[in-house]
């Protein structure tokens, strides 16, 4: 039986994904320990909106001060949590629930992108499924099924979306074009990087020369996206402006930066986030050997990537596109790179398996020049041990229990705060604290952050004196009135800065937590 290459559809394409599926789900249930919700954040906010939209108040931010509308995530995730909350409304008890979700959601996905590599790309069904299996199984990508985060849902919506948008360019038709564009909608709706679909599709339309599906395309998506973009640009103002780096919608805060830093501040972030993701690669896929090789092995693994991507362009033109825009907006994005690679990191596996297939081609080619072969050769074997590495960087990870080490980090560090709030504190207090979704959650009090999210600071930190002019600006936004940090809040040198002095607000500070954590009272001077 060939390993590589084009094979007709058979019984194997049929329980490839099958197989993929079974055993990312075993996989990832099988890894992962229960943890309170809110430790990422993200996954706090997610259900904070939830249980608002299922206790019928609205997709609003329940956790600050007059609860403002929820504009900073899409509203799909959350609207899946709220069909699991009014089934289950009791919290904490529904975390079993919730945490089926994304174990199903991945095994789907990975049984989606499966079947994706078989019938799209050519790829033998046992090569397709290693490569999905073992990249939606890496350590990282285990990490984001095992939390409460939108991208398992975001990736099999996405490869609908490429089955939708291949069927449109290959037959053309205005239902395949429609049914295109509404996916991609939808994949927008569950995560705001999914915008970048939008013109992929478009362009893979036009170069099938189908202008009436690309125009119809791009009718449904506007459609389908149109209601949230001017609910959330008509809800934006509700948000207190120092609440907004944080909270509030995404674009007009990337914007903003650059429209005040200018292209230096766009290629200071590209350099950083390329560094980022390269040194990423080389830990990931080449754990062991001689540390000197990795950023060779890494350029080759980069090789064997581009290699994939241009043997699918023909097959796969919507993918290809927009696997080139995404890498693009992750290098100029102000964040850390690696959560973004992670959500697709399953169709990473598949354009290194192409890449690895085109090279063993190009390498047993009749009549290839022996430095040919030899380069193809070494390709594949670059493509190989890369995989193999990603499967040991794994394995060691599991059995190490780095598969929840963030996530039971975060919560050894937040307990205190939430004893400390619960014990000591009204109902109706306002609480200034670090993992304050998490706080909320675990305490029913309100609560605003204690630092505020910028693109400067992920370039340079903040300042403990810009930090402690934060802090002040977000305790009178949400009327705190405590201030509690963790251990290990970065805001504990900021608070520090408002005990003294001729400004109010002042933190006094009332009590010492267990690990060395600290709650203030709030003088408001009056």
């Not at 007059?66 to 995530?73: L, M």
């Not at 999905?132 to 990508?141: R, W």
């Not at 939430?418 to 200034?432: Q, Y």
Request: charged content about 15%.
């Amino acid at each position: 039986m060939k390993l590589f290459g084009s094979a007709p559809w058979s019984s194997a394409d049929t329980w490839a994904p099958l197989v993929t599926a079974i055993t990312v789900f075993t996989v990832v249930i099988a890894v992962f320990t229960p943890q309170p919700a809110g430790v990422f954040w993200d996954d706090g906010v997610y259900l904070v909106s939830a249980r608002s939209l299922a206790l019928g108040e609205g997709y609003r931010f329940a956790n600050l001060p007059g609860s403002p509308a929820a504009v900073h995530f899409p509203p799909l995730w959350p609207a899946l949590l709220a069909l699991v909350w009014a089934v289950a409304p009791d919290f904490p008890a529904n975390m079993s629930w919730f945490r089926v979700l994304n174990p199903v959601l991945a095994a789907t996905g990975s049984a989606l992108a499966c079947a994706y590599a078989i019938r799209t790309l050519r790829l033998h069904p046992v090569v397709a499924a290693i490569a999905t299996t073992s990249f939606s199984l890496l350590l990282p990508v285990l990490v984001l099924a095992s939390v409460l985060f939108a991208e398992p849902m975001f990736f099999c919506v996405l490869i609908c979306a490429f089955f939708a948008t291949d069927r449109a360019a290959r037959s053309g038709g205005w239902r395949s074009a429609v049914m295109g564009g509404v996916i991609v909608g939808i994949g927008a709706l569950v995560r705001s990087t999914g915008l970048v679909l939008i013109p992929a599709t478009v362009v893979a339309l036009l170069l099938a020369r189908r202008p009436r599906e690309a125009a119809l395309a791009t009718a449904a998506a506007v459609l389908v996206l149109l209601p949230w973009q001017l609910w959330s640009g008509l809800h934006a103002s509700e948000l207190a402006e120092p609440l907004r780096g944080n909270y509030g919608p995404y674009l007009p805060w990337f914007a903003d930066a650059v429209r005040q830093r200018g292209a230096s501040f766009v290629a200071a972030i590209a350099r950083q986030n390329i560094t980022s993701l390269e040194n990423t690669v080389a830990i990931v896929f080449f754990p062991i050997g001689v540390r000197e090789l990795r950023p060779l092995l890494v350029a080759l693994i980069a090789v064997v990537g581009a290699l994939g991507l241009i043997a699918a362009w023909r097959r796969a033109t919507t993918l290809v596109l927009f696997m080139i825009a995404y890498a693009a907006l992750i290098v100029v994005w102000p964040y850390a790179p690696d959560r973004f690679a992670w959500a697709v990191w399953p169709l990473v596996g598949i354009v290194l398996a192409v890449g690895a297939t085109e090279a063993w081609r190009l390498a047993r080619r009749p009549g290839a020049p022996r430095g040919e072969a030899v380069a193809a050769y070494v390709l594949v074997g670059v493509a190989l041990l890369a995989c193999t590495g990603g499967a040991f960087y794994t394995g060691r990870g599991i059995s190490r229990g780095w598969a929840d080490l963030a996530q039971r980090r975060n919560a050894e560090r937040l307990a205190p705060v939430v004893d400390w709030v619960r014990a000591r504190t009204p109902m109706e207090a306002v609480i200034a604290c670090d993992g304050e979704p998490l706080i909320h959650l675990y305490t029913g009090r309100r609560v605003v952050p204690v630092h505020i999210l910028s693109p400067d600071e992920y370039l340079a930190g903040t300042p403990v004196q810009q930090g402690a002019d934060d802090l002040r600006r977000l305790i009178l936004a949400g009327g705190a009135d405590f201030a509690v940090l963790s251990a290990a809040a970065a805001a504990q040198d900021a608070a520090a800065l408002l005990q003294d002095g001729p400004d109010f607000p002042r933190l006094i500070p009332i009590d010492t937590l267990p690990g060395g954590g600290v709650a203030y009272r709030v003088d408001r001077g009056r």
